[in-house]
């Protein structure tokens, strides 16, 4: 197998008493890993992920997953500081002929909650290397990778040379005050995250040394658990995979994020929720930060009705340039307007295919997101049955079922064991207390007809309980998501748990029940046996609930005929 790094850890100059090392690199050198840590540049300049580091006291986190071999990061000490020439760090610096030098700092430690996964890569190691792979952990959790076997064979994480030349032309732009506001576009699986994440980092060099980055995809989002359309404001490059930067645990500094709730992890379940969605986020940057460089990343839907969507975003957005990544001759169909900023990229070249499939990455996301960052699906489980819940009584707040298919009398069932929004509304979309003369009308209606309920209802037997129409709450601003753990009756609360600060819960005024299902592992610890007092819910049977059918593509069938 060829080398996959070339830089010599043995050069290693100095090592720190909290475990950072110093390494001398080369010129052109290279360094692939998996693992985690943070970086920074003593002498000389690196690029990672298009990102440029110079000499700087400011350390970057930085994720390589080791179960995903074929993204492996790698960091390379440039030959040349030409690409960097007008940045204003540069103008002051004076020259020095010291060789490139990274500082890599480990994250972990072996008191850290997260040490036991930092050991099992340590094991993994070892035994790639038994197999014939070369593999050297530099600090702990930090791993060098110079080859792997063809058992284990290992692949870098490759941007393509044209989407390199791209980035670099909207950094031009924004040199010379255009606006700059590109959407990326492009099927499933073609890498238009990683190129999202690719033109963030480059332009965080531009003179705003700040960028604006919206994600419409719901199903894989940048910085929430799925069913959210995200508005972030970013001054560090993005340098590991989203569930390792999730909002509010993540280590990466937002200077803004702000987000809309869609519920639900396709836009086909809220088709008009999520435009309103995207249209409050894009009036959002509009009205605030419209000076900033914007880029979108968008779902991977582009036939049919995802293609009206895709047009609608475009609409919206208004943008300066349109990136499709994609290899086969398809022109996507838009206005001749957008058409001449329209340019054809080709797609993230093939690479080792992983055992980890995007919704195994989605469950992780929405696991880390509740439990925190060292959580797993063994662990998930425990974690959260040792967190107190938050108790929210029923009159403070209203409620909302997406899609409003329920009758008042399954409302309490439905939100039991449930991942719902916690949403903010303005008082002028909020509508007046309702009455029991309103309920009795909805249920009247709801009786007639499989038609939605009234703008606003009232429970029968707990009148605190408010329900609000869900025409009222697409695409409203969600602070997070939370877990219906259980409901008390007698005091008419909710118990929900929540990892949102209190300071922004205190501003919820609207909970709202969408399509993201709950994870067993949430509830049971995936199978691990212990005390069932220990678990939120002891059985897979008392957390099964309601949803969608979906068919089951992989079932062989007979078809054809004739009788016995």
């Known amino acids: 197998m060829d080398d996959l790094s070339t830089v010599d850890s043995k050069k290693v100059i100095a090592q720190n008493p909290d475990g950072s090392v110093l390494l001398e690199f080369r010129p052109g050198e290279t360094l692939s890993f998996y693992g985690q840590a943070k970086v920074r540049s003593t002498a000389g300049e690196f690029s990672i992920m298009n990102y440029t580091l110079l000499p700087s006291k400011d350390s970057f986190y930085v994720c390589s997953p080791q179960y995903h071999p074929g993204s492996l990061l790698t960091i390379t000490a440039s030959s040349s500081s030409s690409a960097t020439e007008n940045r204003k760090s540069l103008q002051t610096r004076p020259k ?6 990274l500082c890599i700092q480990p994250v972990l430690n072996r008191s850290h909650p997260n040490a036991r996964r930092a050991s099992k890569l340590k094991e993994d190691a070892k035994q790639q290397r038994e197999k014939g792979a070369k593999i050297i952990e ?12 063809e058992d284990s064979p290992y692949s870098l994480l490759t941007l393509p040379g044209q989407w390199l030349i791209a980035s670099g032309t909207l950094l031009d732009q924004c040199r010379k005050g255009m606006a700059v506001r590109v959407i990326v576009a492009g099927n499933r699986n073609v890498g238009k995250s990683t190129c999202c994440r690719a033109v963030v980092n480059k332009l965080l060099d531009g003179p705003k040394k700040e960028v604006v980055l919206l994600d419409t995809d719901v199903g894989q989002c940048e910085f929430t658990p799925p069913g959210l359309v995200t508005l972030a404001i970013l001054s560090t490059p993005l340098l590991s995979p989203p569930h390792s930067r999730l909002y509010p645990s993540s280590r990466i500094r937002y200077k803004h994020l702000q987000s809309y ?14 435009l309103n969605a995207v249209k409050f986020a894009i009036e959002k940057y509009n009205a605030v930060y419209g000076d900033l460089p914007l880029v979108i990343n968008t779902q991977g839907w582009l036939k049919g009705f995802g293609l009206s969507l895709f047009q609608s975003i475009v609409l919206q957005a208004n943008p300066t340039s349109i990136f499709h990544l994609t290899d086969k001759p398809f022109q996507l169909e838009l206005e001749p307007s957008y058409q001449r900023i329209l340019t054809t990229l ?10 980890i499939t995007a919704s195994d990455l989605r469950r992780l996301a929405l696991l880390r997101y509740f439990a925190g960052p060292s959580a797993d699906f063994l662990t998930a489980g425990r974690i959260l049955a040792k967190k107190p819940p938050y108790r ?3 009159s403070s707040v209203w409620i909302s079922i997406l899609p409003e298919t329920l009758g008042p009398s399954s409302l309490l069932k439905s939100l039991n064991a449930s991942i ?3 949403c903010t509304l303005p008082p002028d979309r909020l509508p007046p207390k309702p009455t029991r003369k309103t309920y009795a009308e909805a249920v009247l209606a709801d009786s007639k007809s499989s038609s939605s309920l009234l703008h606003s209802t009232v429970h029968p037997q707990n009148p605190a309980i408010q329900l609000l129409h869900t025409s009222r ?3 409203c601003l969600c602070q997070g998501l939370g877990l219906i753990r259980g409901i008390d009756m007698e005091k008419r609360q909710l118990l929900i748990l929540s990892p949102v600060p209190f300071k922004d819960l205190r501003r919820v005024n609207v909970v709202i029940r969408g399509e993201i299902p709950v994870l067993s592992a949430m509830m049971t610890g995936g199978g691990v046996k212990r005390k069932a007092e220990e678990a939120m819910y002891t059985t897979w049977k008392s957390i099964q609930g309601f949803g969608p059918m979906k068919s089951r593509k992989n079932i062989g069938r007979k078809w ?5």
């Open 420 to 422: 719902v929004g916690l």
């Open 346 to 355: 080709p797609q993230r070249p093939p690479v080792v295919k992983s055992k």
């Open 138 to 149: 530099l600090v702990y959790g930090f791993h060098i990778v110079y080859a792997g076997t």
């Open 392 to 394: 929210v009584c029923w």
């Open 261 to 274: 709730y869609v519920g639900a992890t396709e836009s086909t379940s809220n088709p008009k929720g999520y």
């Open 473 to 475: 709450v697409e695409g």
């Open 96 to 101: 020095s002929h010291t060789p490139p030098t």
């Open 560 to 564: 054809g005929g004739g009788g016995p």
